[in-house]
C-alpha cells in the first residue's frame, strides 16, 4: 500500500510559469488537504476537500487552484508561479473525523 | 476560530532527560488535539491525539500529553530523550470532529550525546 504519493518531489520554476503539483492516495479517504510549509509559520492550510466534487479555501488560498474529480487525486495548480511561493507542499487525506496521513511532500522553488 | 502556539521553536536535550515540548491552544468548541513528528525530509506523522475521554493520551515511541482545559495546553512529555527523537515536533488543534485542522509553528527537539 502507498498510501499519499506527490509528484514532483522537487522542482525549480520560473516566476510566471503555471504548476501542478499532483497528488494521490490509494486509502479510500473522502477527505484531502493541502498545505504549505514555512519556517517559523509551521503548516498552512491552502485548499481542502471533504469529498470528491467539493472543495473549499483554507487560511492561504490566494493563487492557487485545486479540483477533485474522483476520490483518489487532488492536484493543486499555480496558475502564475510567484516568488513568494517558494515552499515544501504537503498533501494529506483522511476519512471524516479521522487522523490526516501526509504525503512525502513537494520542494517547490519560484525563481 | 482556533490557534495554536508552541512554546519555543528550539529545544535542546541530552540523551536520557526529560523532553517537554509546550502547546497552549485557543478554540471556540471543544478541540481535537494532535502532536505530529516530522523527520528531515519527510512528511508528518502522527505521535498522539486527544478526542475526547481520558486527558492523559499516550503515543508511539513512548511519548505522552496531557489534557488541560484550565491551562488550555496539550505539552508533550517523553522520560527519557533518545537520539532518534531529534525532528521537528507541531501541535495542531480541530475545533469539531469533522474540520481543519490549524498547526503551531513546530519545535526543533535537538538530542545532545
Known amino acids: 500500500i502507498a498510501g499519499i504519493t506527490q509528484a514532483p518531489t522537487s522542482q525549480i520554476l520560473a516566476a510566471g510559469r503555471r504548476m501542478t503539483l499532483r497528488c494521490t492516495q490509494d486509502?479510500?479517504?473522502?477527505?484531502m488537504y493541502w498545505y504549505r510549509q514555512d519556517l517559523g509559520l509551521g503548516l498552512r492550510l491552502i485548499h481542502y476537500?471533504?469529498?470528491?466534487?467539493?472543495?473549499g479555501k483554507g487560511e492561504v488560498p490566494d493563487g492557487y487552484s485545486v479540483s477533485r474529480a474522483n476520490t483518489d487525486d487532488f492536484p493543486l495548480t499555480l496558475a502564475s508561479a510567484v516568488p513568494s511561493q517558494t515552499s515544501v507542499y504537503f498533501c494529506?487525506?483522511?476519512?471524516?473525523?479521522?487522523?490526516?496521513?501526509f504525503g512525502p511532500g513537494t520542494r517547490l522553488t519560484v525563481l | 476560530a482556533q490557534s495554536v502556539t508552541q512554546l519555543g521553536s528550539h529545544v535542546s536535550v541530552s540523551e536520557g532527560a526529560l523532553v517537554l515540548l509546550r502547546c497552549n491552544y485557543s478554540?471556540?468548541?471543544?478541540?481535537?488535539l494532535f502532536w505530529y513528528v516530522q523527520y528531515p525530509n519527510q512528511g508528518l506523522q502522527l505521535l498522539l491525539k486527544?478526542?475526547?475521554?481520558?486527558?492523559l493520551v499516550k503515543g508511539i515511541n513512548g511519548f505522552e500529553a496531557e489534557f488541560k482545559k484550565s491551562e488550555t495546553s496539550f505539552h508533550l512529555t517523553k522520560p527519557s530523550a533518545h537520539m532518534s527523537d531529534a525532528a521537528e515536533y507541531f501541535c495542531?488543534?480541530?475545533?469539531?470532529?469533522?474540520?481543519?485542522?490549524?498547526f503551531g509553528q513546530g519545535t526543533i527537539l535537538t538530542v545532545h550525546p
Open positions: 494529506a487525506s483522511s476519512v471524516s473525523g479521522g487522523e490526516q496521513f
Open positions: 486509502m479510500r479517504h473522502n477527505a
Open positions: 476537500s471533504n469529498t470528491a466534487g467539493t472543495t
Open positions: 478554540s471556540s468548541v471543544p478541540p481535537y
Open positions: 486527544y478526542t475526547t475521554g481520558a486527558t
Open positions: 495542531a488543534v480541530r475545533g469539531t470532529s469533522y474540520g481543519k485542522l490549524t
